[in-house]
């Protein structure tokens, strides 16, 4: 299940338990208060931990998905969400470099302000292809967007923490699967380095 925002009852959780609910899936998108609200974001980072302790407590896996490059980010902003994500310690943590898709908000603004790159041929792009990001910020360009997003995916999955919660917990063929496809995009993002 998808969770939209991070607005989840104990209650609902239970039931979501018992009907079978195996994994929540979070779209916390950043570490920093101000770039959710910039993205009109209803979430808190304090809502964010609540509902991911929640379901935890009921015994359901949980994925939060992040995106960093967003307008208004900086390094800094990047680092609060790559520890975000860190302190919040879920199953799975997806990070995506933000991505101004034609015809939403976000590609009209960038567009705007310029920070769309010229030579974009939205053909090739694909959100875990080598392809340079499409945006450029003035404090961020595609080619450290990119750096930042390794680097995120290396700070959560490469440490020992991780490494040995995820062997503790493999239980099934399906999950040794998912960690074996899990290890090859890792090593293939690794790879465009």
């Given at each position: 299940m998808?969770?939209?925002?991070?607005?989840?009852?104990?209650?609902i959780v239970r039931l979501m338990k018992s009907a079978g609910c195996r994994e929540i899936s979070f779209g916390i998108e950043s570490g920093d208060e101000e770039i959710l609200k910039r993205m009109h974001k209803d979430n808190t980072l304090e809502k964010a931990r609540e509902s991911i302790r929640i379901v935890k407590e009921a015994g359901i896996k949980t994925h939060a998905s992040f995106m960093i490059g967003n307008l208004g980010e900086t390094e800094e902003t990047i680092k609060k969400t790559i520890n975000f994500?860190?302190?919040?310690?879920t199953d799975i943590a997806a990070f995506f470099i933000a991505t101004p898709l034609p015809g939403t908000?976000?590609?009209q603004e960038t567009l705007k302000s310029g920070y769309l790159r010229k030579d974009v041929n939205w053909k090739y792009f694909s959100p875990l292809s080598k392809t340079r990001p499409v945006l450029s910020l003035p404090n961020l360009s595609s080619e450290k967007l990119m750096y930042w997003h390794r680097h995120a995916i290396r700070e959560?999955?490469?440490?020992p923490k991780y490494i040995i919660k995820k062997i503790l917990?493999?239980?099934?063929?399906?999950?040794?699967?998912?960690?074996?496809?899990?290890?090859?995009?890792?090593?293939?993002?690794?790879?465009?380095?």
């Open positions: 998808y969770a939209k925002g991070c607005h989840v009852s104990r209650d994500a860190k302190e919040l310690n908000e976000l590609y959560y999955y490469v440490s917990s493999l239980g099934t063929m399906v999950e040794i699967l998912n960690l074996y496809n899990g290890l090859k995009l890792f090593f293939r993002i690794e790879r465009y380095r």
